[in-house]
């Protein structure tokens, strides 16, 4: 049975078809198209779990379709496969909210691999609620409810709170934050940039519940459940 939908947006046919036939000989159904207002169309209509995204389109940059994903559907994972892989425009790429920046050429092993991962990323954020105390969050949409406020998150901040709660009033290393919003590779953030999504978190919320956010010196985060 088939559990994952991957779109591969690419604009080398060759490439393309290769990607397509790689996911259905690991049980996985792709779609795929060159352009992004195809991927768009596509994106409205069918669920996916993964994109995959070239940056050099017919009509367009793939960046393009990365944020528009980060701001609509923060659930669906993205990754970028391009010959753009200079360190200037990888980090471009992961600010703007791909989840993992792939330079061509690449091996079909390395794909897979970040592909699985990203998949089981994606597993670990379904489409349940999450309760801790007063707050509420609804990891897919990025939402949060607390009492009568209404909260949007972008994907990350969603994420990373959806990890605090599901360990509520545990303490959480900041390691193990990092790999659970972005896997285990050479693109991950450090310390400073997690702190930096935590504060925004902190930010989002009213005084009253930004507190609920404990900072344990040297080790990590806690949410307590008040």
Known sequence: MIKNHVLVVENDPLLSQSLKNH???????????SQIS?????????????????????????????????DIAPQIK????????????????????????????????EFSLILTKLMNIHKRINEDSLLAGSIVLYPTSGIVEIQNTRIQLRKKEAELLAC?????????????????????SDQMPNYNTL????????????????????????????LKSI
């Open 23 to 33: 996911c259905e000989y690991k049980g996985i159904s792709a779609n795929f198209t």
């Open 164 to 184: 605090l709660m599901i360990h509520k009033n545990t303490v959480v290393s900041r390691n193990a934050l990092i790999e659970y919003v972005w896997g285990i």
């Open 38 to 70: 195809t991927a768009i169309e596509l994106l409205e209509k069918e669920k996916f779990s993964v994109v995959v995204v070239d940056r050099v389109l017919d009509d367009g940059d793939g960046l393009e379709l990365v944020e528009y994903l980060r």
């Open 195 to 222: 702190d930096v999504y935590i504060r925004r978190i902190r930010m989002s919320f009213t005084k009253q519940y930004a507190d609920n956010i404990k900072t344990v010196r040297s080790f990590g985060y806690m």
């Open 78 to 109: 993205v990754m970028v496969c391009s010959q753009l892989g200079s360190e200037r425009e990888r980090i471009s790429g992961l600010e703007i909210g791909a989840d993992a920046y792939l330079s061509k050429p690449f091996s079909f092993t």
